[in-house]
């Protein structure tokens, strides 16, 4: 019996190649067995609602697009309740998500890992409800992501990121936080933090721990106290440069669940996406959620 999948695309991602490939990804698709229907986004959200409505429909589920369509089709798959392997041909500017599994950039490679790949369950983030898929951040430079004009993106990548965050320096400020987690408090002036399940945050690998693990029902957390002066700033690079464990300045830890505290509103980025400006938020670990397929991990 000939099973059904269904291929979601942002015809916008990037800068856009998928359009020039997307044929011959339904080739491969239909040519290992698959009746194929396409369905290409039309606005935010609207994968979210797709997915939730016919993920019980379909064999098999391969998006196309950034971090942010991957969370969008993460999403409305968790919600529909379908337990549907999804395939992922990663088409954004830095694709962490896919970096961190192994999945190729080129959309080719990555479709055959879509229909021949083995399916690796991996954690999923809960965000006061909201899904997200490797991490959720506040502070200095997380809102480069969404900030950063796409023309850019497309013109200069990575680099792209780096300069807008050059143009938010003269506005860093510090958020006074508490972090509660298991039956311990962390307080203080706080200028960034980071919850992720990945290898690469930004397109950086320094960002998380050499032990960082997908699947183990853990978040990596990373914090950063507020450097009053050059010397304490040079103090806390050196600490991180080092991962220094003792740090004054940054805090790595695990966790599977974490409160958190703000005396204002402060923005959140949560897979590259804005994730709004709540005081308070929990977050929570959904223990190998997601069922993803890969070359092996």
């Given at each position: 019996?000939?099973?059904k999948?269904l291929?979601i695309?942002?015809?916008n991602?990037?800068k856009?190649e998928?359009?020039e490939t997307?044929?011959?990804?339904?080739?491969?698709?239909?040519?290992?067995?698959y009746?194929?229907?396409?369905?290409?986004?039309?606005?935010?959200?609207?994968?979210?609602?797709?997915v939730?409505?016919?993920?019980?429909?379909?064999?098999?589920?391969?998006?196309s697009?950034g971090?942010?369509t991957?969370n969008?089709?993460?999403?409305?798959?968790?919600?529909?309740?379908?337990?549907?392997?999804?395939?992922?041909?990663?088409?954004?500017t830095?694709?962490?998500f896919?970096?961190?599994?192994?999945?190729?950039?080129?959309?080719?490679?990555?479709?055959?890992?879509?229909v021949n790949?083995?399916?690796?369950?991996?954690?999923?983030?809960?965000?006061?409800?909201?899904c997200?898929c490797y991490?959720?951040a506040?502070?200095?430079f997380?809102?480069?992501?969404?900030?950063?004009?796409?023309?850019?993106?497309?013109?200069?990548?990575?680099?792209a990121?780096i300069l807008?965050?050059?143009?938010?320096?003269?506005?860093?400020?510090?958020?006074?936080i508490?972090?509660?987690?298991e039956?311990?408090?962390?307080?203080g002036?706080?200028?960034?933090g980071?919850i992720?399940?990945a290898?690469?945050?930004?397109?950086?690998?320094?960002?998380?721990?050499?032990?960082?693990?997908?699947?183990?029902g853990?978040?990596?957390?990373?914090?950063?106290?507020q450097p009053?002066?050059?010397?304490?700033?040079?103090?806390?690079?050196?600490?991180?440069?080092q991962?220094?464990e003792?740090?004054?300045?940054?805090?790595?830890?695990?966790?599977?669940?974490?409160?958190?505290?703000?005396?204002?509103?402060?923005s959140?980025?949560?897979?590259?996406e804005?994730?709004?400006?709540?005081?308070?938020?929990?977050?929570?670990n959904?223990?190998?959620?997601l069922?993803?397929?890969v070359?092996?991990v």
């Amino acid at each position: 019996m000939t099973q059904k999948l269904l291929f979601i695309i942002n015809p916008n991602a990037g800068k856009g190649e998928i359009r020039e490939t997307a044929l011959d990804c339904i080739d491969l698709f239909v040519k290992a067995g698959y009746d194929v229907t396409v369905y290409t986004t039309q606005a935010q959200q609207d994968a979210t609602r797709f997915v939730r409505e016919r993920a019980a429909s379909f064999d098999r589920i391969v998006c196309s697009g950034g971090d942010g369509t991957l969370n969008e089709v993460v999403s409305g798959l968790l919600a529909s309740g379908a337990k549907t392997p999804l395939g992922y041909i990663p088409a954004g500017t830095v694709n962490d998500f896919a970096s961190s599994l192994g999945i190729p950039k080129a959309p080719l490679e990555a479709a055959e890992l879509a229909v021949n790949g083995q399916p690796y369950s991996v954690d999923i983030g809960r965000f006061s409800g909201r899904c997200f898929c490797y991490i959720a951040a506040f502070g200095a430079f997380t809102d480069v992501s969404y900030t950063t004009p796409q023309a850019n993106k497309n013109l200069l990548g990575r680099t792209a990121y780096i300069l807008e965050a050059i143009k938010t320096l003269p506005g860093i400020k510090p958020y006074h936080i508490r972090i509660e987690v298991e039956e311990q408090q962390i307080e203080g002036d706080f200028i960034y933090g980071m919850i992720s399940n990945a290898t690469s945050v930004g397109g950086f690998k320094d960002l998380t721990p050499a032990d960082a693990q997908m699947d183990d029902g853990v978040f990596e957390v990373l914090l950063l106290r507020q450097p009053k002066n050059p010397i304490e700033w040079q103090i806390a690079l050196n600490d991180f440069i080092q991962r220094k464990e003792d740090s004054n300045f940054w805090h790595r830890f695990k966790a599977s669940r974490l409160r958190i505290v703000c005396e204002e509103e402060m923005s959140w980025t949560l897979d590259g996406e804005f994730g709004g400006k709540p005081k308070e938020v929990e977050i929570s670990n959904e223990y190998r959620a997601l069922h993803i397929l890969v070359g092996g991990v």
